[in-house]
């Protein structure tokens, strides 16, 4: 009797971005913090074997993205406006157009349907993002209402990491882990 090949997984860890300044008036980079979250996390991830990375434009994912990288022997990032933050439903204290939040909910619909796929090889894939849309990916993965975003926690470079099967079968295996982290920076 022989084994049957095991099927081929993608395995994608998420990374929020580290901590910001977050003066609206300001170029919202990185913090001394947010650089240490970033280094911390690389160094975490560094044996994870990573086949790709992507992250989001915006300055903060960006900065934390060149830190992985670096930490993690040089990969390459790629960027992606499908994983730029964005505001999915209406929450009290926060004023954002009804159009400008459709276009959110549809651009991170087409992020899930484009990232979490099957794959015909082992892999695994880094991305950078928001905490906004890490929470509606984890809800769509889960599939419970995507409106359930709102009741998660999501911390600086907390590291999510979900599988998908060859089957197309979707599991949550963490969700914002913050080991790699000594408390005072769990922002």
């Given at each position: 009797?022989?084994?049957?090949?095991?099927?081929?997984?993608?395995?994608?860890?998420?990374?929020?971005?580290g901590?910001?300044?977050?003066?609206?008036?300001?170029p919202?980079?990185?913090?001394?913090i947010?650089?240490?979250?970033?280094?911390?996390?690389?160094?975490?991830?560094?044996?994870?074997?990573?086949d790709?990375?992507?992250?989001?434009?915006?300055?903060?994912?960006?900065?934390?993205?060149e830190?992985?990288?670096?930490?993690?022997?040089?990969?390459d990032?790629?960027?992606?406006?499908?994983?730029?933050?964005g505001?999915?439903?209406k929450?009290?204290?926060?004023?954002?157009?009804?159009?400008?939040?459709?276009?959110?909910?549809v651009?991170?619909?087409?992020?899930?349907t484009?990232?979490?796929?099957?794959?015909?090889?082992?892999r695994?894939?880094?991305?950078?993002?928001?905490?906004?849309l890490?929470?509606?990916?984890?809800?769509?993965?889960?599939?419970?209402?995507?409106?359930?975003?709102?009741?998660?926690?999501?911390?600086?470079?907390?590291?999510?990491?979900?599988?998908?099967?060859?089957?197309?079968?979707?599991?949550?295996?963490?969700?914002?882990?913050?080991?790699?982290?000594?408390?005072?920076l769990?922002?």
């Amino acid at each position: 009797m022989t084994d049957a090949p095991r099927a081929a997984s993608r395995t994608i860890v998420i990374v929020r971005h580290g901590h910001y300044d977050t003066d609206p008036n300001g170029p919202q980079r990185l913090t001394d913090i947010g650089i240490e979250q970033a280094e911390l996390t690389a160094a975490w991830l560094r044996d994870r074997g990573v086949d790709i990375m992507l992250s989001s434009r915006l300055p903060r994912a960006r900065q934390t993205a060149e830190i992985l990288s670096r930490g993690l022997g040089d990969v390459d990032v790629s960027y992606s406006h499908l994983l730029r933050e964005g505001m999915y439903s209406k929450i009290a204290g926060y004023t954002v157009p009804p159009e400008e939040r459709r276009e959110d909910r549809v651009r991170a619909e087409r992020a899930f349907t484009r990232f979490f796929r099957p794959t015909r090889r082992d892999r695994v894939e880094l991305y950078v993002s928001h905490g906004n849309l890490i929470r509606y990916l984890v809800c769509r993965s889960l599939g419970v209402p995507a409106v359930r975003w709102t009741r998660m926690v999501s911390h600086n470079c907390g590291i999510t990491t979900i599988v998908v099967r060859a089957t197309g079968a979707v599991r949550v295996v963490s969700y914002n882990q913050t080991a790699h982290l000594p408390p005072r920076l769990v922002t």
